[in-house]
């Protein structure tokens, strides 16, 4: 059972139908839909001001129970009116998950784009409502933090007009071609490795990209398709500010995709952000987190200055019910390494890289971690990679 304090005198009543338009916001990671209509959602009691759920997953051990209850929870508690919810986890029958599987079958049928992005991968896309607050900063140095901890991290610089990963990781192009797939410029870090992509590597950093949204959207597919990404733990996908082509593209083309929006303290930024939020949930992708970015600035002599306001991203976590993964204060080493090729999560020390290891350190343990999943979902039964071909006749 979980405490959510509420304010106001009179919040609105809350219903099971608003409790289930919420939980359609809740994405399985693994079969890239909404728990609702999975089916995993079993039932809905609203009782006042408390709210009980029932989900059913495929088998009691799936790897991805605690992050679908979480998930669970939290879209509920985001909802005005509810100060406390229990989520009772139980198991499907076999009927149940036969009618998964054949919604699993459907989803996988419908994908256009046959990625060299490994299944088990989990795919991050940093992502804001608009420029300026620092999203390839996070991208990059969360990056390199993952990549620390050991894991094989694909970075991808989706950002095709604006890219700036190369500059930033100190690397330069061109990219090889092997059998006829790009390989991905590597960067050893630690006992990890960094394996990254980005226009930067075939246009030189001086030209301007001048192409239209479908084109962009076209040199992201490419980047999907016709990479060899070897095996990876993690993609962290750069995304370019805003809601426009390259953000529905990479919806449609990696479903599995789960957003990390960026924010800065500011109302401002915080709503914009927000936005971000409201297009991966349209096209059913998971919202992971918000970070914080330029949290304030910390003096010599300790004094912390709110220069860009505050409060923007633990506001935006709330009202979209996830999250606040860790705030980032701003420090003049982050944009000073960055120029120089040499991020602060590298090696460097001072609270903003002590604030990127520590979110580093949530992603790969509480929020997206890598697990196993064969025994879970749609891998309990066929993987969803193979549901794509005819399903079984009857008759």
Same mark, same amino acid.
């Given at each position: ?55 059913? %997953? ?35 029958? #076999?009927?149940?998950?036969? $009618? %998964? ?22 795919? %991050? ?37 604006? *890219? ?37 590597? +075939? ?45 529905? #593209? +990479? ?5 599995? #995709? ?26 059913? %992708? ?37 999250? +606040? +993964? ?29 604030? *990127? ?33 005819? $399903?079984?006749?009857?008759?």
């Amino acid at each position: 059972m979980t405490q959510h304090a509420t304010t106001g005198a009179s919040a609105p009543s809350t219903t099971r139908e608003s409790v289930l338009t919420a939980l359609r916001d809740v994405v399985d990671p693994e079969l890239h839909d909404n728990v609702v209509d999975l089916g995993i959602v079993r039932s809905v009691e609203v009782a006042g001001s408390e709210v009980r759920v029932a989900v059913a %997953l495929t088998v009691a051990s799936c790897p991805l129970r605690a992050q679908i209850r979480d998930d669970v929870e939290r879209r509920v508690l985001a909802l005005a009116g509810v100060e406390r919810v229990a989520v009772s986890v139980g198991v499907m029958g #076999a009927d149940e998950r036969a $009618a %998964l599987m054949d919604r699993a079958r459907h989803r996988a049928q419908d994908r256009a784009v046959d990625t060299g992005i490994p299944s088990s991968a989990r795919v %991050l896309a940093v992502g804001s409502g608009k420029g300026g607050v620092g999203k390839s900063s996070v991208s990059v140095n969360l990056s390199v933090a993952l990549a620390a901890r050991g894991h094989l991290v694909g970075v991808l610089d989706a950002d095709i007009w604006g *890219f700036s990963v190369p500059r930033m990781l100190g690397l330069s192009g061109p990219l090889d071609v092997v059998g006829g797939k790009m390989r991905p410029v590597a960067l050893p870090v630690g006992s990890g490795e960094l394996r990254v992509v980005s226009m930067g590597f +075939l246009s030189g950093e001086d030209g301007a990209i001048l192409w239209r949204g479908l084109v962009l959207a076209r040199a992201l597919q490419h980047f999907l398709e016709d990479v060899a990404w070897g095996e990876l733990d993690y993609l962290v996908v750069d995304m370019p500010p805003g809601t426009g082509d390259v953000q529905m #593209a +990479l919806a449609r083309m990696l479903p599995r #995709a789960e957003l990390l929006v960026v924010t800065t303290p500011a109302s401002g930024a915080e709503k914009v952000a927000g936005r971000a939020a409201d297009m991966a949930r349209r096209g059913h %992708l998971r919202v992971a987190g918000v970070v914080e970015n330029m949290s304030g600035f910390v003096c010599d002599h300790g004094a912390r200055y709110a220069l860009f306001g505050s409060g923007g991203g633990e506001r935006l976590a709330e009202a979209v019910g996830v999250p +606040l +993964l860790g705030t980032v204060p701003l420090d003049p080493t982050v944009a000073a390494r960055g120029d120089t090729g040499s991020p602060v999560a590298l090696d460097g020390s001072g609270p903003a890289a002590s604030a *990127f290891r520590a979110i580093a350190e949530r992603i790969a343990v509480e929020v997206a971690p890598v697990v196993q999943l064969a025994g879970c979902s749609a891998r309990m039964l066929a993987r969803v990679e193979d549901a794509v071909g005819p $399903a079984p006749t009857r008759g």
